[in-house]
């Protein structure tokens, strides 16, 4: 019975070299990196297609080789293009194309790239021997795959290659070698955290290994094993598991049943059109069946369907199955000539089967009893019996070498598993240990932690404290050195007995120390409260300046004096600071300006006198306390505002040739004022 085929320098110089050799490695490394991210995407996108659509995916395949600018990258998308032609059973371009693989391979420098590459080449190549029943050469070019495999970076495909290998086995009768080849997939499928739903085709190589040693318990439990993922198999991974189920019970001569899962594997491969080969296969074990159920109209007609196609691709096992079957139909029908010709043009492969020969010998005694050549006919009779008892001995050898085999895969399992979890314990030990001290330092740090924003709020709570009392003494300190009502009383009284300029300076001079005294005790204040404060000391201050004083107040029109907030006495002090330091002693015309405007998200305010311009040694400095009280206000303001107000204070040159001291301040419009 017809089983699947398979799946698919000089001393000085030395330095400048070596660093030459790793800057190139370095490039190509990255250039390699750069491709194989695109070229992975591109085929995890295409994997589920390649048998469902596989003439769309060369389609998508080639286009990215006219786009490749790496000559390794060319040949990594045709191999996609090679598994494509296996699955429409385009042989004679696989072959083409595989040669220019390995020409490529054989030219360049090893390398896991390569060796992938490689891999992947012979993997397809080995599937060709398959085909034509070559199994010595397919074993050959699996078994270097596999080599290959490991040596490069794509491992998760290891499984694959082992299946076909122990696929291979089995087509030769190495059922042992077979199973073997089988569970070590199993193995690295369970080291590579393959999941079970991918786990099918082991399944039922497994279960084709057990049918092929007449173990039909064990044949039918890896058969339910791998029918539990039907739904989730490939359509090609389904016909191979309807074919192998219906030979099963074929070799159990149920062939009722194996008619069954023909007919649905033959359904399944003629509603995807490139899958040819399987299509041809399954309708030589149709013919089969219908051969043994004694309907040999129907037998023929799937045998002279499929044998063009099989004569076409060159495959020697499939003809001379295909022969065997010509000739049990001419037995049926007594058509002895036709034996003859069948028999003097029989294709006979290196490699045939035993059951396949069985059947043939089966139908040559019969021929020869028909014939009445008894000589023949008794020398096939003792070759079958000879077969049979070969079989059966060769069955017992194969279960005796599987179950050596399977018990000493498990024996080496269980001493890994051993090792492993023994390993595992002393991890966990380590861990526990790290674990805890981990924990100690952990709770220490989080200790540490509390303990030091305890102490920062604690420092930050008696500093706030303390400056309130600071605040608090000096101004009670203000207020306890002249009793402000007993000052203003006898001012008020002062005044009663003034008349004119006197009685309007005195007026002016108890508005400012009362307007002082409440600005004293405000943290900011309104532009026009600032300056009209400002307008007032002004006022006082020009008779003893004279004629020769002019101030100059510009504010900006989109500036709202009523609703601009900036800190107390921030324009006040550098005015009485360029009166008394800068103007008061000074020749000629003495001016002025204060000039408020929006820039932007800012206010601009500016002091600017013609004094001279700020002189550090000069006889008529300041003790600068009122700078630094502006100075400290704006530093504690600061302190919890996101944008901050710019203060500046430097020398300016004039129109008119003059220096001049410019004291500005930059206040954001959004201020917050609260303490």
Request: aromatic fraction near 12%.
């Amino acid at each position: 019975m017809n089983t699947i085929y398979g799946k698919i320098l000089w001393r000085t110089s030395l330095p400048v070299l070596l660093l030459l050799f790793l800057a190139v490695s370095c490039k190509q490394s990255e250039q390699h990196s750069s491709w194989e991210k695109k070229y992975d995407s591109f085929y995890r996108s295409v994997t589920d297609s390649l048998t469902t659509h596989p003439q769309q995916i060369r389609a998508l395949a080639k286009q990215k080789m006219e786009m490749s600018t790496d000559s390794l990258e060319w040949y990594y998308y045709s191999a996609i293009v090679l598994k494509t032609y296996m699955f429409t059973s385009d042989v004679d371009s696989a072959r083409y194309l595989i040669k220019r693989i390995e020409d490529f391979c054989a030219r360049e420098q090893s390398s896991p790239y390569l060796a992938d590459l490689r891999s992947e080449y012979l993997n397809t190549k080995g599937n060709i021997y398959v085909r034509v029943g070559a199994m010595d050469s397919a074993i050959v070019c699996f078994t270097d795959s596999y080599k290959q495999r490991l040596q490069g970076m794509k491992t998760e495909s290891v499984p694959d290659i082992l299946i076909n290998l122990a696929d291979a086995c089995s087509r030769q009768g190495k059922y042992d070698v077979s199973a073997f080849w089988y569970r070590k997939a199993l193995q690295i499928g369970d080291s590579l955290g393959i999941s079970e739903g991918r786990r099918h085709p082991v399944y039922y190589g497994l279960a084709q290994v057990y049918m092929a040693l007449h173990d039909f318990d064990q044949c039918d439990y890896y058969y339910n094993l791998a029918g539990m993922f039907y739904d989730k198999m490939l359509p090609y991974e389904k016909y191979i598991y309807l074919n192998n189920r219906g030979n099963s019970y074929y070799y159990r001569e149920d062939y009722p049943e194996a008619l069954k899962y023909f007919k649905k594997g033959f359904s399944l491969a003629v509603s995807h059109p490139d899958m040819g080969f399987e299509k041809n296969l399954c309708m030589v074990n149709l013919g089969d069946v219908y051969l043994q159920m004694n309907e040999p109209d129907s037998a023929a007609k799937y045998i002279n369907e499929c044998q063009p196609f099989f004569r076409k691709i060159g495959a020697a096992g499939a003809l001379y199955y295909i022969d065997t079957q010509r000739i049990g139909l001419a037995l049926e029908r007594n058509d002895m000539a036709t034996v003859r010709n069948l028999l003097s043009k029989a294709t006979n492969p290196n490699h045939i089967e035993p059951d396949m020969l069985h059947i043939r010998n089966k139908y040559l005694q019969e021929f020869y009893e028909k014939t009445a050549d008894y000589k023949n006919a008794f020398f096939y009779q003792k070759e079958n019996s000879r077969l049979d008892d070969s079989i059966r001995n060769e069955h017992v050898r194969m279960r005796t070498a599987d179950m050596s085999l399977r018990y000493q895969q498990d024996s080496t399992l269980l001493a890994k598993n051993i090792l492993i979890e023994q390993q595992k314990v002393e991890m966990l030990k380590l861990h526990e240990g790290r674990f805890f001290w981990i924990g100690v330092c952990v709770l220490v740090l989080v200790i540490a932690c509390f303990i030091y924003l305890y102490e920062k709020k604690r420092r930050a709570l008696l500093l706030a404290q303390s400056q309130r009392t600071i605040s608090s003494l000096r101004l009670e300190n203000i207020r306890n050195r002249m009793s402000p009502h007993f000052i203003f009383n006898v001012l008020n009284q002062e005044m009663g007995s003034r008349e004119g300029e006197n009685k309007k300076e005195l007026s002016s001079l108890v508005k400012l120390m009362r307007r002082n005294l409440e600005l004293a005790e405000q943290m900011c204040v309104t532009l026009k409260e600032e300056l009209g404060f400002v307008q007032t000391y002004i006022d006082l201050q020009r008779r003893s300046l004279g004629p020769e004083f002019k101030v100059t107040i510009e504010v900006g029109e989109d500036v709202d004096t009523n609703q601009l907030l900036l800190p107390s006495m921030l324009i006040q002090i550098p005015v009485e600071n360029a009166i008394k330091h800068a103007l008061r002693g000074k020749e000629g015309e003495r001016r002025l300006w204060i000039d408020v405007h929006r820039s932007g998200t800012y206010i601009c305010v500016r002091i600017t006198d013609n004094g001279g311009g700020f002189k550090l040694n000069s006889a008529n400095r300041g003790t600068g306390t009122g700078m630094k009280v502006i100075m400290q206000t704006i530093q504690i303001l600061n302190a919890k505002n996101k944008e901050m107000i710019e203060t500046s204070v430097h020398n300016i040159p004039l129109p008119d040739g003059e220096t001049g001291c410019e004291v500005s301040f930059h206040l954001p419009l959004n201020y917050d004022y609260s303490v």
